[in-house]
């Protein structure tokens, strides 16, 4: 069994810091691609950012590119989204995913390519 588990979000105010982490189990802890999507009310999930576990390749959303950073945590098979300058537009759940795949860079960025979910995580920022 899989399973991912996000840690709690946040409220925060333009231009703070959040920091979100995820821990894999299961099936998910040897996943070769983890990423982050969001989803704000009425809208798609959008990518935010993966790493790959071979190589590790870090691709973001042109969006968070600057602000974000994604990084792996083996000791604790973790996967953390570093989130700065935080700008009310970033205001989601957030959802950590994995792939038993190593994903080329052009497919990185589809949900469809991730089957393991974490339950999601409320991030608000206000201006």
């Known amino acids: 069994q899989a399973q991912l588990v996000e840690s709690a979000g946040g409220w925060v105010q333009t231009g703070g810091s959040l920091r979100l982490s995820c821990a894999a189990s299961?099936?998910?802890?040897?996943?070769?691609?983890l990423g982050w999507f969001r989803q704000a009310p009425g809208k798609e999930h959008e990518f935010v950012a993966a790493?790959?576990?071979?190589?590790?390749?870090?691709v973001y959303a042109d969006s968070v590119k600057g602000r974000f950073t994604i990084f792996r945590d083996n000791a604790k098979n973790e996967v953390v989204l570093q989130m700065n300058s935080l700008k009310p537009e970033d205001t989601a759940v957030y959802y950590c995913?994995?792939?038993?795949?190593?994903?080329?860079?052009?497919?990185?960025?589809?949900?469809?390519?991730?089957?393991?979910w974490g339950q999601g995580t409320q991030v608000t920022v206000s201006s």
């Open positions: 995913t994995a792939s038993g795949a190593t994903h080329i860079l052009s497919s990185i960025r589809r949900k469809e390519m991730y089957e393991y």
């Open positions: 790493i790959r576990r071979g190589d590790g390749k870090k």
């Open positions: 299961g099936r998910a802890s040897s996943s070769g691609t």
